[in-house]
């Protein structure tokens, strides 16, 4: 079976920088491109970063561009996504979605990132 | 980006009863995918590429439109179709979704 599983969240300061991580298992990782979902506390969905299945192609939204930087191990089978100069507005569940043929059909459990003071 | 628009917001369905959940494009897009999400778990996939059931969905539901007019429906309402549904578009960066109908039981 398919499994994702997120981790990393927690409570962050305005400004600082989080790692999220996604342990993908149960298909070959490396033959997929993976993305970054976040679902805000007023449950709307944002896509927030995609990469590529051999890791040389990424993609954001302009609202974290040049902050997030998403990035993959295949030798792992694991997804992250390295996030900096955090806003309050970034506060969201974030999930790790595997991509098929620009179909997100399978979703981890999600990880929760705070940014607050 | 393209901006989804989805009607009615909240809506209420008894067992056996026929559901419609529209969304709306402000651009034209090519195909439309659709999401359900329960109360504490995260969204599944249900149809893609328009009207294509995604895997271990039942045929009770269903997808159709083009430009930009999509709907959802699902032919005889279950209690366990209870959820947010939520619209997505994929044929312009960004990809966006909609801001969801949460569709209850009567």
């Known amino acids: 079976d398919v499994k994702l599983v997120e981790s990393g969240g927690g409570l962050v300061k305005p400004g600082g920088s989080l790692k999220l991580s996604c342990a993908a298992s149960?298909?070959?990782?490396?033959?997929?491109?993976m993305s970054w979902v976040r679902q805000t506390p007023e449950k709307r969905l944002e896509w927030v970063a995609t990469?590529?299945?051999?890791?040389?192609?990424?993609y954001y939204p302009d609202s974290v561009k040049g902050r997030f930087t998403i990035s993959r191990d295949n030798a792992k089978n694991t997804l992250y996504l390295q996030m900096s100069s955090l806003k309050s507005e970034d506060t969201a569940m974030y999930y790790c979605t595997r991509d098929d043929s620009l179909r997100w059909d399978y979703w981890g459990q999600g990880t929760t990132l705070t940014v607050s003071s | 980006q393209i901006v989804l628009t989805q009607s009615p917001a909240i809506m209420s369905a008894s067992p056996g009863e026929k559901v419609t959940m529209t969304c709306s494009a402000s651009?034209?897009?090519?195909?439309m995918y659709w999401y359900q999400q329960k109360p504490g778990s995260s969204p599944r996939l249900l149809i893609y590429d328009t009207s294509n059931l995604a895997s271990g969905v039942p045929v009770r539901f269903s997808g159709s439109g083009s430009g930009t007019s999509y709907s959802l429906t699902i032919s005889r309402m279950e209690a366990e179709d209870a959820a947010t549904y939520y619209c997505?578009?994929?044929?312009?960066?960004?990809?966006?979704f909609g801001a969801g109908t949460k569709l209850e039981l009567k």
């Open positions: 651009s034209s897009v090519s195909y």
């Open positions: 149960g298909f070959t990782f490396s033959s997929y491109t």
């Open positions: 990469i590529s299945s051999g890791g040389s192609y990424t």
């Open positions: 997505q578009q994929w044929s312009s960066y960004p990809p966006t």
